[in-house]
């Protein structure tokens, strides 16, 4: 099966809803069992999709809220796609409001994602209401 443009824009949908509706179970969908994500390239990769979704639970669900997300542009290169986004979210944490850019490698296998790496930056852009 050859990977397509919209292929890879259906599952960047889906990391996205899962993203904006905090959902640790739909994320673990699009990656295969033995996946890893790199959400800090120098650090530790995370090993597979339990791991995914763990990570998931503690980074998304108990540490962000009112989340918004839209994709600024996507590349597909064979089975590797780049993706940026944009996105807005609380920091529930730091009880500051985010503003997210990030550029996603995703390498693809059997049309779901075997790899993901994140490059981004965040600034804080305003504090919460108490």
Not at 1 to 26: C, F, N, R
Not at 74 to 89: K, N, P, Q, R
């Amino acid at each position: 099966m050859s990977l397509t443009k919209g292929h890879v824009e259906e599952i960047v949908s889906i990391y996205i809803k899962a993203w904006e509706q905090q959902d640790p179970d739909l994320i673990t969908t699009i990656f295969t069992e033995s996946a890893t994500y790199h959400e800090r390239v120098l650090e530790e990769k995370i090993p597979d999709r339990e791991g995914i979704r763990s990570y998931w639970q503690t980074k998304v669900v108990e540490s962000q809220a009112n989340i918004k997300c839209k994709v600024l542009s996507l590349y597909l290169d064979g089975d590797t796609a780049i993706v940026e986004w944009e996105a807005h979210f609380d920091d529930v944490v730091r009880e500051t409001r985010k503003r997210m850019r990030e550029v996603a490698i995703l390498v693809f296998e059997d049309g779901l994602i075997a790899s993901l790496r994140e490059y981004w930056a965040s600034e804080s852009i305003g504090k919460l209401p108490k």
